[in-house]
Nanobody
């Protein structure tokens, strides 16, 4: 069974930075595209960044230029560096392995507990 453990969230002022980590186990991590999702209160879960097994990345327009996704296959860990944070980035952040099908990324069946990011002065 896949296990995903997110960490690194917290309370930060607007303009600040955080680095999230997601450790995966029970999966062949290196072959999967990995993604970071976020879910704000009352909103649907949103995919904000993806990284393919070879390292190519993609970002939602809302975070492009501010967030950077990376991975360390030796540690089965994916990261999300978040800079220039805004109040609208406030959400619970989750990672997952992704499957690409018919032009859309689909998450795996297992989710971690997520990590809360709150951007507020």
């Amino acid at each position: 069974q896949v296990q995903l453990v997110e960490s690194g969230g917290g309370l930060v002022q607007p303009g600040g930075s955080l680095r999230l980590s997601c450790a995966a186990s029970g999966t062949i991590f290196s072959i999967y595209t990995m993604g970071w999702y976020r879910q704000a209160p009352g909103k649907q879960r949103e995919l904000v960044a993806t990284i393919r097994s070879g390292g190519s990345t993609n970002y939602a327009d809302s975070v492009k230029g501010r967030f950077t996704i990376s991975r360390d296959n030796a540690k089965n860990t994916v990261y999300l560096q978040m800079n220039s944070l805004k109040p609208e980035d406030t959400a619970v952040y989750y990672c997952n392995e992704l499957t690409f099908y018919s032009g859309t990324y689909y998450p795996g069946d297992y989710w971690g507990q997520g990590t809360q990011v709150t951007v507020s002065s």
